[in-house]
């Protein structure tokens, strides 16, 4: 598409001069940006709400319409987000390993951004600002491609975040946003292996599916969350129901959040009917295995797509499992890699499973809403990788840089 390749030469132009841009003004640029959407915050709920009209005229409802939603809240996270990203130390140029040789050679290893990073993602728009934000400190130009559910929103956020980089004298072109939203663009920039070093999707099962199967560029896979709660026999049962909660419903929509809980048969009769109660108190349609439904009748049944799904709304199934290995099983079989706890008093049964379930983020006693770049002390983040090459759990600065060896020498010849 004549669009995408003259965005994508554009970028990598872009790129090959302003690599360097220094910390200092990397991080007055992030200031500025955090700024102005505050200034423009009506300008972003006005476009926003057009979004949200356009979604419900579409039939878009529920937690898809959650995702698309911003407030003063929101948009206050995304400003939070960038001011927390200037405050982080620049790794761009960092010496990670180092070496002299017995034959005098001085070798290092030191980190270099990737290029130009291309994202591909769906309703959320406060993506758009946290995509910028951590391309801008590590030294990528971003191609931005979201969802037509959130154009107005960011066609209106990266003319905010272009106005910044323009008033530090850099082109506004660093970042750009994709216009055409059709398939057909989502499929070109998975493509672009002439402009494009890395792409990172962000959004549902179906796109990262799509992502993945037919990419030539470089991929990291992020985002789908199929997440447990595995309540343990020795668990406290007044925090293993306020973990649930929170997992479940502080926030549905998003990939962290809870969808399955699994109990051990020794408390399943004393603990269901309670998170039960609690959780259709909250909204939640609650489904199960038939131990479940023999211990509280109305209980949806369960069906096996159920243990795969990934609900991203006020939904959980409930599986009753004989032990501690059987639910690491379970999880092992159906989640996806992306986080997973485990409430107990037992040490042992904690220790065995942070070791053998497979997952980027393991939890103990706590709620997996915390996999999260801004949790974890990273600032905004590009995304969850579930993946095991390169990066791992919440992407933040260091995971979007490569490497590269720096090697001085004093006229070294291999023998």
Known sequence: MEELNKIGKTSKAIWSQYSNIDT???????????????????SIIEANAKDLEAARNNGIQGAMLNRLMLDDS??????????QLAELDDPIGEITWAQKRPNGLQIQKQRVPFGVIGIIYEARPNVT???????LKTGNTSILRGGKEAIES???????????????????????????????????????????DLLIPRGGKGLIKSVVDHAKVPVIET??????????????????????INAKTQ?????????????????????????????VQKGVTVKGDAAAKEIVPEIIAADENDWAEEYLDLMISVKIV????????????????????????????????????????????????????EEFGYGAEIGISTQKLHARGPMGLNELTSTKYIIRGNGQIRE
């Open 24 to 42: 200092l003004t990397k991080n007055n640029i992030l200031l500025t940006a955090s700024e102005l959407l505050m200034t423009h915050k009506n």
């Open 74 to 83: 929101r948009i206050q996270g995304m400003t939070n987000g960038l001011k």
């Open 129 to 135: 600002s946290d995509a910028f934000g951590i391309c």
């Open 154 to 196: 960011n066609k209106t956020i990266v003319k905010i975040l272009q106005v910044a980089l323009e008033e530090h004298n850099i082109p506004k072109e660093y970042v750009q946003l994709v216009q055409n939203t059709s398939r057909e663009s989502a499929q070109a920039l998975m493509t672009m292996t002439d402009y494009i």
């Open 223 to 244: 985002g789908v969350g199929n997440c447990h709660i595995f309540v343990d026999e020795s668990a406290d049962f007044e925090m293993a129901t306020e973990i649930t």
């Open 251 to 279: 926030r549905p929509s998003v990939c962290n959040a809870a969808e399955k809980l699994i109990l051990h048969k020794n408390i399943a009769q004393a603990f269901l009917p309670k998170i039960y109660t609690k959780l």
């Open 322 to 373: 004989n032990n501690l290995k059987d639910a690491i099983t379970h999880i092992n079989t159906y989640g996806s890699k992306h986080s997973e706890a485990i409430i107990t008093e037992n040490y042992s049964n904690s220790q065995l499973f942070l070791e053998k379930v497979d997952a980027a983020a393991v939890y103990v006693n706590a709620s997996t809403r915390f996999t999260d770049g």
